[in-house]
């Protein structure tokens, strides 16, 4: 038995989320495999059957080849997902935990 999930299972909100992942940058496909149990190929065909034919083609020249959708291709992992700067952007006063 694979540890993948059929697409047919997955309830309305969790198809917007994994398709709200997918269009992010820095949301590797491995990530929505571990949250959701849906390997690339199956993200494709989710994004395809869900989406327009023009919005999936600039998913797909979006996604094509990016490193960040693919952990294997990353030469670091990645440790944050905020910019080191962010405090300085936003004026936030939350101070570090410690």
């Known amino acids: 038995m694979t540890n993948e999930t059929d697409m047919t299972s997955l309830t309305a ?3 917007n989320r994994v398709i709200e992942m997918a ?8 990530a929505i495999k571990l ?18 034919v023009s919005s999936f083609k600039m ?3 979006r996604v094509h080849g990016r490193v960040t ?3 294997k291709l990353q030469e670091t992992k990645l440790v944050r997902f905020k910019s080191s700067l962010q405090r300085q ?8 935990r410690k």
């Open 59 to 61: 998913w797909r020249k």
């Open 69 to 71: 959708k693919h952990l």
């Open 13 to 15: 909100v969790d198809k």
């Open 35 to 52: 949250q959701f149990g849906l390997n690339e190929q199956q993200v494709i065909e989710l994004m395809r059957k869900e989406m327009t």
């Open 23 to 30: 269009w992010e940058d820095r949301t590797s496909f491995d």
């Open 89 to 96: 952007i936003t004026l936030n006063k939350i101070s570090k």
